[in-house]
């Protein structure tokens, strides 16, 4: 097993741990604003899918500050994420929003981000440390819906915690049916650039963590679309250079149980106008009662896939070279 493959298959341990931890007092909020890059940046996306449904809106800010005008005058609580604690643009952000005098919550394994939490008295969830920020999903995802929970924006997460615990770890072992359909994906994407299909707000939130998935694993570009707008557009796309389209990319659609009855339709059609120009080479579907369980389930098959495809391709998923080059050729600007 690689080591990527290793560090993915953590996942219920990191949810367990969410599960069991003590979470600071961060008083009552009824709106969240994240701020987070990557791979921590992706739970502040989760954990606006699982809020907007119960009535909380959770925004997510991916970049430098400043501050939204609308957040200075609707001051929520906002929450910086970042599993090395390090994250150029994110410290950034909170710290304007500290000046701008926001309420701060803050979720990472230490760095500068603990330092700052620590010398302003900002309520913090201290994160494990170990892993690549991406195969991380399960603390800053489950760390960041605890922390929403003590803010009085969710409802106790308990139960949700223990189904994903129990579907993560039946889900990433070589036996398991989310294995078994990332195999043949990763078979049928081989040599191809995946595009990700998402088909509301569930499975549209995962489709983005499939694209980076694929991208810092695989180390091969890839994009992702939201039904219905990708009908207004995207789909036109496909008929200048079919023969070029079909033999180089594929599409992966995903799709949960509260998708639209429309959209469900619009797959059909889509794909059926489409497929002479690029193959739709798999089609996963969400399972589980709870919201957080139903995205941790389509999650769960993009990282493997992404991890196998890797291996296919003969690339290590673990090192991210370019990235750290461009943090190196920031530093010395």
Same mark, same amino acid.
């Given at each position: 097993?690689?080591?990527?493959?290793?560090?993915?298959?953590?996942?219920?341990?990191?949810?367990?741990?969410?599960?069991?931890? *003590? =979470?600071? #007092?961060?008083?009552?909020?009824? *709106? %969240?604003?994240?701020?987070?890059?990557?791979?921590?940046?992706?739970?502040?996306?989760?954990?606006?899918?699982?809020?907007?449904? =119960?009535?909380?809106? %959770?925004?997510?800010?991916? !970049?430098?500050?400043?501050?939204?005008?609308?957040?200075?005058?609707?001051?929520?609580?906002?929450?910086?994420?970042?599993?090395?604690?390090?994250?150029? &643009?994110?410290?950034?952000?909170?710290?304007?929003?500290?000046?701008?005098?926001?309420?701060?919550?803050?979720?990472?394994?230490?760095?500068?981000?603990?330092?700052?939490?620590?010398?302003?008295?900002?309520?913090?969830?201290?994160?494990?440390?170990?892993?690549? $920020?991406?195969?991380?999903?399960?603390?800053?995802?489950?760390?960041?819906?605890?922390?929403?929970?003590?803010?009085?924006?969710?409802?106790?997460?308990?139960?949700?915690?223990?189904?994903?615990?129990?579907?993560? *770890?039946? &889900?990433?072992?070589?036996?398991?049916?989310?294995?078994?359909?990332?195999?043949?994906?990763?078979?049928?994407?081989?040599?191809?650039?995946?595009?990700?299909?998402?088909?509301?707000?569930?499975?549209? @939130? %995962?489709?983005?963590?499939? +694209?980076?998935?694929?991208?810092?694993?695989? +180390? %091969?570009?890839?994009?992702?679309?939201?039904?219905?707008?990708?009908?207004?557009?995207?789909?036109?796309?496909?008929?200048?250079?079919?023969?070029?389209?079909? *033999?180089?990319?594929?599409?992966?659609?995903? @799709?949960?149980?509260?998708? #639209?009855?429309?959209?469900?339709?619009?797959?059909?059609?889509?794909?059926?106008? @489409?497929?002479?120009?690029?193959?739709? =080479? !798999? &089609?996963?579907?969400?399972?589980?009662?709870?919201?957080? @369980?139903?995205?941790?389930?389509?999650?769960?098959?993009?990282?493997?896939?992404?991890?196998?495809?890797?291996?296919?391709?003969?690339?290590? $998923?673990?090192?991210?070279?370019?990235?750290? +080059?461009?943090? +190196?050729?920031?530093? &010395?600007?």
């Amino acid at each position: 097993m690689s080591e990527m493959m290793e560090q993915l298959a953590t996942l219920g341990d990191q949810f367990r741990w969410a599960a069991d931890l *003590e =979470v600071p #007092h961060i008083g009552t909020h009824s *709106e %969240v604003l994240f701020a987070g890059m990557g791979g921590s940046g992706i739970a502040g996306d989760y954990v606006a899918a699982i809020a907007g449904p =119960v009535g909380t809106r %959770v925004s997510v800010h991916k !970049g430098y500050g400043p501050v939204p005008a609308w957040a200075i005058r609707q001051r929520p609580l906002v929450i910086a994420a970042s599993y090395s604690g390090n994250t150029e &643009e994110t410290i950034d952000f909170v710290t304007a929003a500290w000046e701008s005098g926001l309420p701060v919550a803050t979720l990472s394994t230490g760095g500068r981000l603990a330092e700052l939490s620590a010398s302003n008295g900002w309520a913090t969830v201290a994160v494990p440390a170990g892993l690549q $920020p991406r195969a991380a999903a399960g603390y800053m995802v489950g760390g960041a819906l605890r922390l929403l929970e003590a803010s009085h924006s969710v409802d106790d997460q308990r139960l949700a915690l223990v189904e994903a615990i129990e579907l993560a *770890e039946a &889900e990433v072992h070589e036996d398991s049916n989310s294995y078994r359909q990332a195999a043949e994906i990763a078979e049928r994407l081989e040599g191809r650039i995946p595009i990700i299909y998402g088909s509301g707000p569930i499975s549209g @939130t %995962v489709a983005q963590r499939w +694209k980076t998935q694929i991208n810092e694993n695989a +180390k %091969v570009p890839s994009w992702y679309s939201l039904l219905p707008e990708l009908d207004h557009n995207e789909i036109t796309g496909w008929e200048t250079m079919p023969d070029v389209t079909k *033999e180089h990319l594929g599409v992966v659609v995903l @799709t949960d149980q509260t998708d #639209h009855d429309r959209v469900g339709k619009r797959i059909d059609i889509t794909r059926n106008l @489409t497929n002479e120009a690029v193959p739709w =080479v !798999g &089609e996963v579907s969400s399972v589980g009662n709870f919201t957080l @369980t139903r995205l941790v389930s389509l999650t769960i098959v993009g990282d493997l896939m992404s991890a196998m495809l890797a291996d296919r391709l003969g690339v290590d $998923p673990v090192p991210v070279v370019t990235i750290e +080059k461009l943090k +190196k050729l920031l530093v &010395e600007d």
